[in-house]
T-cell receptor, first 108, second 114 residues
Framework: GQNIDQPTEMTATEGAIVQINCTYQTSGFNGLFWYQQHAGEAPTFLSYNVLDGLEEKGRFSSFLSRSKGYSYLLLKELQMKDSASYLCAFYNTDKLIFGTGTRLQVFP | GAGVSQTPSNKVTEKGKYVELRCDPISGHTALYWYRQSLGQGPEFLIYFQGTGAADDSGLPNDRFFAVRPEGSVSTLKIQRTERGDSAVYLC????????????FGPGTRLTVL
């Protein structure tokens, strides 16, 4: 079967670093995506990993280990505007399978 | 150019009624996806179009749900005999292809069935 799991909520302080973990199980895997979703808005693309390793893009980095079925999103120098839900999703054949999302709250 | 647009932004209907939700993808995008998102959950796949044809409709919950994309651009999601459990945000996304191509999401239609 297919399964994807991430923590429901996390909190962090402005300026800090936070890591959001995601584990998945699937028989067909074509890459892993991270999306950001502010309340009441559409998800917006953050990162894509298809090979093992770390992809860095500004303050955001994403890591993938296919053998462990594991990914994380690393957010550095947190800002108040980073308060949002972060959705982990793997690409299976022709569609994205999303986790429930991790709601991140950044405090001053 | 413009992003993915969806209309209406909000739709309130009564149980048993028929509704149509519209999606205008980014111009030139061949792939179009419909997802449903309930409160506190991630988007749930419903159906995917490649051009005019539904390439995968395995996520449609039952035969009350149907979607079309007659000219390979605009798509309409149709729900017959709506039920209170259909209440959710319906998201549309488009991409220039499949696989690693990023999916661009529209703002969604919030459907409330009373």
């Amino acid at each position: 079967g297919q399964n994807i799991d991430q923590p429901t909520e996390m909190t962090a302080t402005e300026g800090a670093i936070v890591q959001i973990n995601c584990t998945y199980q699937t028989s067909g895997f074509n890459g892993l995506f991270w999306y950001q979703q502010h309340a009441g808005e559409a998800p917006t693309f953050l990162s894509y990993n298809v090979l093992d390793g770390l992809e860095e893009k500004g303050r955001f980095s994403s890591f993938l280990s296919r053998s462990k079925g594991y990914s994380y999103l690393l957010l550095k120098e947190l800002q108040m505007k980073d308060s949002a839900s972060y959705l982990c999703a793997f690409y299976n054949t022709d569609k994205l399978i999303f986790g429930t999302g991790t709601r991140l709250q950044v405090f001053p | 150019g413009a992003g993915v647009s969806q209309t209406p932004s909000n739709k309130v209907t009564e149980k048993g009624k028929y509704v149509e939700l519209r999606c205008d993808p980014i111009s030139g995008h061949t792939a179009l996806y419909w997802y449903r998102q309930s409160l506190g959950q991630g988007p749930e796949f419903l159906i995917y179009f490649q051009g005019t044809g539904a390439a995968d409709d395995s996520g449609l919950p039952n035969d009350r749900f149907f979607a079309v994309r007659p000219e390979g651009s605009v798509s309409t999601l149709k729900i017959q005999r709506t039920e209170r459990g259909d209440s959710a945000v319906y998201l549309c996304a488009s991409s220039s292809g499949t696989g690693r191509n990023e999916q661009f999401f529209g703002p969604g239609t919030r459907l409330t069935v009373l």
